[in-house]
């Protein structure tokens, strides 16, 4: 009797365990510094027998604007959905419009001894063991900490110049005259007592010029979008970068700046 005590005991335990996660959640597990914003493609990387590529944020953003990638290059805001193929890469296009063995390391090249070296594997990398040139934790070493995410502060390293962004490709980028910069925007926080948020247009344009955010993700009026914490939460509206590749929306007093009076 003692012992069918026991495992009732330990199947209400385990069960309740189980109704307390489903009911309020459980903490999820914060990527490596190395791995937060990292996206795997893989659209035809499976059918085609070979590994999915492992596409590094952490190190294209310290080296290009997002404009750059994802307005002149045409990459999409969701991960998949650009649907890139080899072919493309190859005339020149998204990877290719770089990786051609100029500005960088394209798919295969000669070597001093006329030998064919393919570098397949720097990018189809998922779930092997590939030593990259460019190691994180040394390529930020001495850079300004942050709490989440990639641990780093881009924005001051930027300030500090640690990183210099590339925001023009020639051959790609049309050259056009800047826009104007608006003033910072004041957004009125919903919860009683949190700050309001002070949006700056300046740092913003730095790295995502005016086209990334609008029309597509947000209106280009006044009051045009209308949104809530949970839908950031989400992936939308700032959430399309914040929490996937930008600091993490958990640091609430990078956004909600405003002095409470």
Request: net charge positive.
């Given at each position: 009797?003692r012992?069918?005590?026991?495992?009732?005991?330990?199947?209400l335990?385990?069960?309740?365990?189980?109704?307390?996660a489903?009911?309020?959640?459980?903490?999820?597990?914060?990527p490596?510094?190395?791995?937060?914003?990292?996206?795997?493609m893989?659209?035809?990387s499976?059918?085609n027998?070979?590994a999915?590529?492992?596409f590094?944020?952490?190190?294209?953003?310290?080296?290009?604007t997002c404009r750059l990638c994802?307005?002149d290059?045409g990459?999409?805001?969701?991960?998949?959905?650009t649907?890139?193929?080899e072919?493309?890469?190859?005339n020149?296009?998204?990877?290719?419009a770089c990786?051609?063995?100029?500005?960088a390391?394209?798919p295969e090249?000669?070597?001093?001894?006329?030998?064919?070296e393919?570098y397949?594997?720097?990018?189809?990398?998922?779930?092997?063991k590939v030593?990259?040139?460019?190691?994180?934790?040394a390529f930020t070493?001495?850079?300004?900490p942050?709490?989440?995410?990639?641990?780093v502060?881009?924005?001051?390293a930027?300030?500090?110049g640690?990183?210099k962004?590339?925001?023009?490709l020639?051959g790609?980028t049309?050259?056009?005259k800047a826009?104007k910069i608006?003033?910072?925007?004041?957004?009125?926080?919903?919860e009683a007592?949190?700050?309001?948020?002070i949006?700056?247009?300046?740092?913003?344009?730095?790295?995502?010029?005016?086209?990334?955010?609008?029309p597509?993700?947000?209106?280009?009026?006044?009051k045009?979008?209308?949104y809530?914490?949970?839908?950031?939460?989400?992936?939308?509206?700032?959430g399309?970068?914040?929490g996937?590749?930008?600091?993490?929306?958990?640091?609430?007093?990078l956004?909600?700046?405003k002095a409470?009076f």
């Amino acid at each position: 009797m003692r012992g069918i005590f026991w495992l009732l005991l330990i199947a209400l335990l385990f069960c309740g365990a189980v109704v307390s996660a489903e009911t309020f959640g459980v903490k999820k597990t914060a990527p490596k510094p190395d791995q937060y914003g990292n996206v795997v493609m893989n659209n035809l990387s499976d059918q085609n027998h070979i590994a999915p590529v492992v596409f590094n944020h952490w190190l294209h953003r310290a080296l290009y604007t997002c404009r750059l990638c994802h307005v002149d290059l045409g990459f999409a805001m969701k991960a998949g959905g650009t649907g890139v193929k080899e072919a493309d890469n190859v005339n020149g296009l998204y990877c290719g419009a770089c990786h051609d063995n100029k500005l960088a390391f394209g798919p295969e090249k000669k070597n001093a001894f006329g030998n064919t070296e393919k570098y397949c594997d720097r990018c189809h990398s998922l779930g092997k063991k590939v030593t990259f040139v460019k190691d994180f934790f040394a390529f930020t070493k001495g850079f300004p900490p942050a709490r989440f995410g990639n641990k780093v502060d881009w924005l001051l390293a930027e300030d500090k110049g640690l990183i210099k962004l590339t925001d023009q490709l020639p051959g790609i980028t049309i050259p056009r005259k800047a826009l104007k910069i608006p003033l910072d925007s004041e957004l009125k926080g919903k919860e009683a007592g949190m700050p309001d948020i002070i949006f700056s247009h300046q740092k913003h344009a730095v790295w995502n010029g005016c086209e990334l955010c609008h029309p597509d993700i947000f209106g280009v009026t006044k009051k045009s979008s209308v949104y809530s914490m949970q839908e950031i939460f989400e992936g939308r509206y700032c959430g399309a970068c914040h929490g996937k590749v930008a600091f993490v929306n958990l640091d609430c007093q990078l956004c909600h700046t405003k002095a409470v009076f």
